[in-house]
């Protein structure tokens, strides 16, 4: 494939994302933001984050013995000591160390 | 002032950073090892800037696919980043010269940072704080995934295979932020809505593209909740 073309390919690639990513401002422009979104933009945060950690698992029913398994277990690890320690790195540091190490040894 | 809000910035963009850098030299390598030299792994870091599609795109480069399927794959993959916008119009729009930067640098992990950032009040003197530790977190997010796409790119195959499993940092950080979102929410239903539509939309539409069909069911099932959902908030007032 030509340099060009390598090129091309990629701009196309860049201009949709920026697109997707600028299109819920691009469409209010400098406009007040209508209810239904601010009440959308409001409560929606939770609920992506919901989805995102299901994106984060999705692979646990399909490779369930070579990586679901500890990951299930590295994720109890990060809830339990959050909710316990309430420290952030703590639990983030733990709980990937233990995926690791799971990795190696299931 | 300035030296608080980039310390503040580091020490929350350290579990993006240290994922990102991991994932993006995995990337650098896939470029490399298809032929494409580091440079076009940094000018795609830099341009593209996000995961997933990222990794498609190296095949599309190789088998030579046309360029509408780039353009609709891209479309389709990113589509969820439209949602992120949402919650966050009226802060970029604050933010003056940065604002279309920001907009740019709007990926899974910054909005969940953002997000993060913006239930804890008490980090902060000022919104404007705020805002300037949210544009620091974007920017060595963005520096770490570039970074590591040359890393990768120049250092070959030797992908340290003891650090495989090291980007579980996100998974956690994901379930960190949602158990902070969780705790300070008046009640569930988004939360719930979330997963229950995460999980249901996996199950039909599969691992590769639920998270679109996920998002458009829990966004309308919340609008029409709606009423419901603000009358109960003005009864718990």
Known sequence: MSNEKILLYICVGAVCTIFLRALPFTLLGKKEIPDKIQYLGKILPPAIMAVLIVYCLKDVPVSFLESGVQKLI???????????????????????ACYMILLHII | MKKKVIQTAIRQSLPITCSYLFVSMAYGIVMEEAGFAWFWSLFTSLTVYTGAFQFVLVTFLSSGASIVTVALTALFMNSRQVFYGLSFIEDFRNMGKKYPYMIHTMTDETYAVNCALTEKKELFESEEERRNVMFYVALFSRISWMFGAVLGGVLG?????????????MTALFVVIFIDQWKAAKHHVPALLGLGAGILCLLIFGAGNFILPALILVSGSLLLLEKKIQKEETDCE
């Open chain 2, 157 to 169: 195959q030797v992908l340290p295979m003891e650090l495989e499993g090291i980007d579980f940092c």
């Open chain 1, 74 to 96: 590295a994720v109890g690890v990060v809830a339990g000591t959050y909710l316990w320690k309430k420290n952030t790195f703590f639990s983030i540091i733990l709980g990937t």
